[in-house]
Nanobody, 120 residues
Framework: QVQLVESGGGLVQPGVSLRLSCAAS????????MAWYRQAPGKQRELVAT???????NGAGSVKGRFTISRDNAKNAVYLQMSNLKPEDTAVYYC??????????????WGQGTQVTVSS
């Protein structure tokens, strides 16, 4: 089992920046794609950004130009740098990782989520 732990959420004012981190741990595994999702109250979970093992990234239209996803393969970590935050960015942010574990089986793991609240 691959565990993901997010950190970096909090309460911030509109216009500021925030960086989320997510670290994966577990018995021998390899990660292919990593991603950030978010779920606002009363809404479905939505994809924010993805990044492949070779660093190719893509972001949702609502965050392009404001959010940047990056990863550190040596640390099995993924980050989400969020700038110019807006109240509509308020949500629980979840980290996701897909890859292959020590037994050769595919995995699709989720973190527990970290709350980001943007409010004045």
């Amino acid at each position: 089992q691959v565990q993901l732990v997010e950190s970096g959420g909090g309460l911030v004012q509109p216009g500021v920046s925030l960086r989320l981190s997510c670290a994966a741990s577990g018995r021998s595994f390899s990660i292919n794609a990593m991603a950030w999702y978010r779920q606002a109250p009363g809404k479905q979970r939505e994809l924010v950004a993805t990044i492949t093992s070779d660093g190719k990234s893509n972001g949702a239209g609502s965050v392009k130009g404001r959010f940047t996803i990056s990863r550190d393969n040596a640390k099995n970590a993924v980050y989400l740098q969020m700038s110019n935050l807006k109240p509509e960015d308020t949500a629980v942010y979840y980290c996701n990782a897909r890859g292959r574990n020590w037994s050769g089986s595919d995995f699709d793991s989720w973190g527990q989520g970290t709350q980001v609240t943007v409010s004045s």
